[in-house]
C-alpha cells in the first residue's frame, strides 16, 4: 500500500492546469487569475475629499482655535460625482462633501466639527460664512489622484486567487470581465445495485444514492462544476455506458466498486477501457482506491478517480486526493487544509498500522484546542462526518493515540465560535 503522499504526488502528476476563460468579474470569485490587470487611469482620479468639511487654504488657518477662530467667506459649495466651480482664494471656503474633487486653491479640509456650522444651521440663515476652529496643516483630510492606483501599475498579477477585494479592484478599473483559469468539471456516478435515486420508494434492502450528492457537494465546495451521471449497475456493461457520458469532463469520480469484493467491478473497468495506476492506500477510512486514465471514443484520455463505497470513506478519499486534483486544475498548486494541534478527549486507536483520519469536533477553551470524537468510527456512519468540523490525525506508526495527548487535526471547516 502506498502513504497518503505517495499516492497524492502520484496523481497529481496526471493533472495540469486548465486554460482560460473570459467571466463576468462577479462569476469569478474563487477563481485563479490568468492575466495580470494593469491601471488604465489613476484611481481616485482627482484629488478629493477624505470628510465632509469645508476646503480652504491651510495658511490662512493656522493659529485658528474655538476662543479665537478665523472666519471665512463661503464662496460654493461641491458634492461627491461634482466638478468645483469656485476657486478657494485667501479668506475664502468651499463647503465640500466625501469624495468630492478638491476646488482650485485649496489644499485642505477642515471637518464640519471643527467649525461652527451646527450653530448657523441651527439658526436657519444661509451659510455665508463659517468659523474655522483648529489649524489645519497642508494636505490634511486630502487624498490625492493616484493614491490606490495609478495609471500603468500592474495591479493584479496573474496567478492570484480572486477573492471580494480583487473583484473590487477590477470593478473600481471598470472591468466588466476578466480572464481566469476555468473550473474543472468532475462527472460523478455512484456503482451499486442497491442505490435508488432521490424521490422514488426504495425496495426493501436499498438504499438512497447519498455518495453522489455529498461527493458533488465537496466538487462544488472545491472550486469544480459538479455532473451527476446517476447509478450504475454491479456490471461493466453499464459501469462502462455511463462513464462514456462523463469523456469530455475533466475528471471522473465514481462511488464504489473498487475493493475486492465479487461484485466490485470498477477496476474491471478501468482495466477495460483505460490504464489502472495504483490500489490501495494506507488510511483509514479510505483504503480502496483506484486511480487510472479512461480513453473516450476521440483517443482523449480523462482521470478517473475510483472512491470507495461507505459514504464516510469516499468523502475522506475526495478531501485527501479529489479537493488536490481540483486545485491543481484551477491552478492554485495544491494548499493544505490548515492544520492545530488539538488535545484528545477520546483515544484513537490504531489497529492495522495505516493513517487514521478520526472524525472530530474542534472547541477552544481558555486558548487550548480539544478534539472530540464525534462517535462510533465506523465509515458507513455519515452522521459522524455531519457532527466534524476536522479530522484527527493518528500516524501509521501510532497504535494508540490517548486521551489528553496531542493531535494534529486537519481542519475541514473553521466555525467562528472555535476560531
Given amino acids: 500500500m502506498l502513504s497518503v503522499e505517495e499516492t497524492r504526488e502520484r496523481i497529481l502528476g496526471f493533472f495540469h492546469v486548465l486554460e482560460p476563460e473570459t467571466r463576468p468579474i462577479l462569476e469569478s470569485q474563487g477563481q485563479v487569475l490568468a492575466e495580470d490587470v494593469v491601471g488604465r487611469f489613476d484611481v481616485p482620479p482627482l484629488d478629493n475629499s477624505a470628510m465632509d468639511g469645508y476646503a480652504v487654504q491651510a495658511g490662512g488657518v493656522q493659529g485658528a482655535t474655538v476662543d479665537s477662530p478665523v472666519v471665512l467667506r463661503v464662496v460654493g459649495s461641491v458634492a461627491a460625482g461634482q466638478l468645483p466651480q469656485q476657486e478657494v482664494t485667501p479668506g475664502t471656503a468651499v463647503r465640500i462633501m466625501t469624495g468630492a474633487p478638491i476646488p482650485r486653491g485649496a489644499d485642505a479640509v477642515v471637518p464640519f466639527e471643527d467649525t461652527d456650522e451646527t450653530e448657523r444651521t441651527a439658526s436657519g440663515e444661509p451659510i455665508t460664512g463659517i468659523a474655522i476652529h483648529i489649524g489645519a496643516p497642508r494636505a490634511a483630510n486630502i487624498r490625492p489622484a493616484g493614491q490606490d492606483i495609478k495609471s500603468g501599475d500592474r495591479v493584479l498579477e496573474k496567478g492570484i486567487m480572486l477573492r471580494a477585494p480583487e473583484i473590487g479592484v477590477l470593478a473600481a478599473l471598470g472591468r466588466r470581465e476578466v480572464s481566469v483559469i476555468r473550473r474543472p468539471e468532475a462527472a460523478i456516478l455512484a456503482t451499486g445495485d442497491e442505490l435508488t435515486d432521490l424521490g422514488s420508494d426504495p425496495d426493501p434492502g436499498n438504499i438512497y ?80 482506491l483506484a486511480f487510472g486514465m479512461l480513453r473516450g471514443p476521440d483517443g482523449r484520455e480523462v482521470p478517473h478517480l475510483g472512491l470507495p463505497g461507505n459514504p464516510v470513506s469516499a468523502l475522506v478519499g475526495f478531501e485527501q486526493f479529489g479537493r488536490a486534483a481540483i486545485n491543481k486544475m484551477l491552478g492554485r498548486g495544491d494548499p493544505p487544509r490548515p492544520a492545530i494541534e488539538a488535545v484528545l478527549e477520546d483515544p484513537i486507536r490504531n489497529s492495522d498500522g495505516r493513517r487514521v483520519y478520526a472524525r472530530a469536533q474542534i472547541t477552544k477553551r481558555d486558548g487550548t484546542y480539544y478534539a472530540r470524537l464525534t462517535g462510533h468510527q465506523s465509515s458507513n456512519l455519515l452522521t459522524s462526518m455531519a457532527r466534524a468540523n476536522g479530522l484527527a490525525i493518528c500516524p501509521e506508526d501510532v497504535p494508540l493515540k490517548d486521551v489528553g495527548e496531542r493531535v494534529t487535526v486537519q481542519m475541514i471547516d473553521w466555525p467562528e465560535d472555535v476560531f
Fill in 209 to 288: 444514492d447519498s455518495n453522489s450528492y455529498s461527493i458533488a457537494s465537496a466538487v462544488r465546495s472545491a472550486g469544480g462544476i459538479p455532473n451527476l451521471l446517476g447509478i450504475a449497475r454491479d456490471d461493466i456493461e453499464s459501469i462502462s455506458a455511463k462513464l462514456r457520458q462523463g469523456l469530455r469532463s475533466d475528471i471522473l469520480i465514481t462511488a464504489a466498486g473498487v475493493s475486492k469484493g465479487d461484485y466490485d467491478v470498477v477496476k474491471d473497468v478501468l482495466a477495460r477501457h483505460g490504464k489502472i495506476e495504483l490500489w490501495s492506500v494506507r488510511m483509514r477510512p479510505g483504503k480502496p
